[in-house]
């Protein structure tokens, strides 16, 4: 069964601090890996999707990598503002089953 | 664009009391979910549904029913509340497997 990690856990830094996400996954066949915001209160909100096939993707601030073989992913927040605070889900879609999302990285960028 | 919604947003139950939660989605969306939110815990798939008059278990279906008689709604019904479904519901949609999923803003559920 496909188990999904994230750490930290909670994570405060100054603004404009460049910051690291990190995602574990227990199993490598995987469809594609997605990031997701979640602000309080809200749903989530679909941030990036990387392809199995690819190593990388990008999206203003935001840098997400994937090493299938290592089962990581990271997130890479350039220059944080108090709007990044949020929390962060990572998730995996296995092959032929439904999506198993990480407890999540709650992120507070202090101005 | 309205997106996902989710009806209502909050509402209190004593133990035994059955409800619906109401989920529209306007984006034509095939793929539609149900999960719950707890702390600890994360989200869990209650259940899903691939297309219009079809639904499917998920992680944790137990006291819960669906339908999906129109392909832009999404029902989630609690037929004898029990206070272990004290949770956030959301809702979800996409259009096909795999693929993003766009959410409601969830409806806080308690039951006494």
């Known amino acids: 069964k496909q188990e999904v990690t994230q750490i930290p856990a909670a994570l405060s830094v100054p603004e404009g601090e460049n910051l690291v996400l990190n995602c574990s996954f227990t199993?490598?066949?995987?469809?594609?890996l997605q990031w997701f915001r979640q602000d309080p209160g809200k749903g989530l909100t679909s941030l990036l999707l990387?392809?199995?096939?690819?190593r990388e993707q990008t999206s203003g601030r935001l840098n997400a990598s994937l090493d299938k073989s290592s089962g990581r992913s990271t997130l890479y927040i350039a220059a944080s503002q108090p709007g990044d605070s949020a929390t962060y889900l990572c998730?995996?879609?296995?092959?032929?089953?439904?999506?198993?999302f990480g407890p999540g990285t709650r992120l507070s960028v202090l101005p | 664009n309205a997106g996902v919604t989710q009806t209502p947003k909050f509402r209190v139950l004593k133990t035994g009391q059955s409800m619906t939660l109401l989920c529209a989605q306007d984006?034509?969306?095939?793929?539609m979910y149900w999960y719950r939110q707890d702390p600890g815990m994360g989200l869990r798939l209650i259940h899903y549904?691939?297309?219009?008059?079809?639904?499917a278990k998920g992680e944790v279906p137990d006291g819960y029913n669906v339908s999906r008689l129109k392909k832009q709604n999404f029902l989630l019904g609690l037929e004898s509340a029990a206070p272990s479904q004290t949770s956030v519901y959301f809702c979800?949609?996409?259009?096909?497997?795999?693929?993003?999923?766009?959410f409601g803003d969830g409806t806080r559920l308690s039951i006494l």
């Open positions: 979800a949609s996409s259009q096909s497997w795999g693929q993003p999923q766009h």
């Open positions: 984006m034509n969306h095939e793929y």
């Open positions: 199993d490598s066949a995987i469809y594609n």
């Open positions: 549904s691939v297309g219009e008059g079809t639904t």
């Open positions: 998730a995996v879609p296995p092959y032929g089953q439904n999506f198993v």
């Open positions: 990387i392809q199995s096939s690819q």
